[in-house]
């Protein structure tokens, strides 16, 4: 009977460390893989006691053609190849998207500018995204098709653009639906932290705890919870002619669906929240400064169709 039981607690053990999988990116030079986002935001800001609510939608999708494969990393062409934005709350209603260049809608065309313009990214194995070139491309020709656009107007659009398609704020989106492998192989229930950094409305860092909650026979389910603070030390930066910074924190949840070939993001589900302030620096705007609350919440899918 010691015997049997030796026995079997050896091949319990055995089984317990056979389980053990490598979760990593597993890509293939010439094959195209694909992001398709849809972002829908919730703003309240209480500024001079009354409350302002903006519901926002950004859609868009990405192309990733592998040009390259070392042993650590992949060099990538990116393209968008379709950017949307609706917006409603603070007295507007905009609706944007870059298929409807050309139809005498300013924003719209330059959307269609920024799209199938190609641009470089090295991407390792883990899902960082360690460098972003290319952006020149990206942004010529801007304006192509948009007559009678003061230079100054020009500077202040390309600035906003800048700032929701820049490298790093390209680099922090890519990267959460990228970002999330462990170090080392890991088994069914064990968990990893991976540190990122979003950089777009605004920069923060952000701590996941990620979980292999299930292997089914084509996909990794990963389920995950970060927290999201503000570097408070960062420096002012000017939005819409104002020197402001935010002052926030927050939680994110993630549900991840990777392929079990390729370790792409096939499905992902991330819910994220925040509450701070926008302080804004004393300025000929805005004498004295002021701090606004503000808290957020944001509900994302991604998908590779």
């Known amino acids: 009977m010691k015997k049997i039981l ?8 055995a089984t317990c460390f056979a389980q053990k999988v490598t979760v990593a990116l597993n890509l293939t030079q010439g094959n195209t893989y694909y992001m398709n986002t849809s972002a829908k ?34 060099v990538m062409e990116v393209k968008m190849d379709r950017i949307g934005m609706q917006m409603q709350g603070a007295g507007q209603n905009m609706d944007f998207d870059s298929d409807k260049k ?18 470089s990214i090295v991407m390792t194995r883990k899902g960082k995204v360690s460098s972003v070139n290319g952006m020149d491309n990206l942004y010529s020709g801007l304006f192509d098709g948009v007559p009678n656009v ?7 659009i390309k600035n906003q653009m800048m700032q929701s398609f820049g490298a790093k704020a390209l680099k ?15 088994a069914k229930n064990d968990q990893w932290i991976v540190n990122t950094k979003l950089e777009s409305m605004m920069t923060a860092n952000v701590k996941a705890t990620f979980i292999l909650q299930d292997i ?11 927290t999201l603070a503000t570097d408070t030390n960062s420096p002012y930066a000017e939005l819409n002619g104002m020197p402001m910074k935010y ?24 819910s994220q929240i925040m509450q701070g302030t926008i302080d804004i620096k004393d300025n000929p705007k805005v004498p004295g400064g002021m701090s606004i609350p503000m808290s957020l919440k944001d509900d994302q899918t991604i998908t590779d169709k």
């Open 6 to 13: 030796t026995v079997a607690l050896i091949l319990i053990t």
């Open 150 to 156: 003061p230079d100054d107007q020009k500077t202040q």
């Open 247 to 270: 002052n926030m924190s927050g939680t994110s949840t993630y549900e991840i669906k990777l392929d079990k070939v390729t370790g792409w993001t096939t499905d992902a589900k991330i």
């Open 172 to 186: 922090g989106n890519i990267e959460l639906g990228t970002a999330l492998f462990p170090d080392n192989k890991v």
């Open 102 to 119: 050309g139809q005498q809608d300013i924003m719209s065309t330059i959307m269609g500018n920024l799209t199938n313009k190609a641009f």
């Open 216 to 226: 089914s026979d084509n996909a990794y389910l990963i389920h995950g919870y970060a």
């Open 41 to 74: 935001m919730f703003i309240s800001e209480t500024i001079n006691g009354q409350q302002q609510d903006i519901n926002t939608t950004i859609t868009g999708k990405m192309s990733f053609k592998v040009t390259q494969v070392t042993d650590t990393a992949y």
